[in-house]
């Protein structure tokens, strides 16, 4: 009597062992890539889930919310796209804390933003703010300060001096904060 040989996938979120029967949602989201649909082969999914570079996960991991389903129209064109988002930890480039990119971030990144797919974040979300702030008061004093301070109006300068004062940059502040003064005399 001959056994049947049953395959086993390794789901990339939980690192179980996985049958085709318990891989099911995963195996749908793939039915609807652009590689099997525009394909005259017929595939195997399981196999080619198996033997593919998608990110996909286990019925068990999807339906416990460690793995969020992804919508494939949304993302960008890609050979091997993201059937499933799960949570990442990496390293801040800027503060060196361990952060976790999230799946809803993911969701957000890849579905709505339209970034490629492999893109991950290089910072956590705080250093994200602090590195926009920081461009956005950049580009303010960038405007301003191309005018001759006497051309600057009241709201401007108030905007150098609490800037320059968030900087730590005592001479600037000090210089814009006298030319409001003597404004205001």
């Not at 996909?56 to 919508?71: E, G, M, P, T, Y």
């Not at 799960?86 to 952060?99: T, Y």
Request: glycine share 2%.
């Amino acid at each position: 009597m001959k056994r049947k040989n049953i395959k086993y996938a390794k789901c990339k979120c939980c690192g179980l062992l996985r049958d085709q029967s318990e891989v099911l949602i995963s195996l749908s989201v793939l039915k609807n890539t652009d590689v099997v649909r525009n394909s005259d082969h017929e595939y195997n999914l399981f196999e080619l889930l198996i033997d593919s570079n998608f990110k996909w996960a286990c019925d068990q991991c999807i339906d416990d919310k460690k793995a969020l389903v992804s919508n494939l129209s949304q993302q960008g064109r890609t050979f091997s796209p993201d059937l499933i988002y799960d949570d990442v930890n990496l390293i801040c480039k800027r503060c060196k804390n361990e952060f976790t990119f999230t799946k809803e971030e993911k969701k957000v990144w890849y579905e709505q933003l339209k970034f490629y797919i492999k893109s991950i974040p290089v910072h956590c979300l705080i250093c994200r703010k602090e590195i926009r702030r920081f461009k956005c008061q950049n580009k303010i004093l960038s405007e301003v300060l191309k005018k001759n301070p006497k051309d600057m109006t009241t709201d401007e300068l108030w905007q150098i001096v609490q800037i320059y004062d968030e900087w730590d940059k005592k001479d600037k502040f000090n210089f814009y904060s006298k030319l409001i003064k003597e404004r205001l005399k």
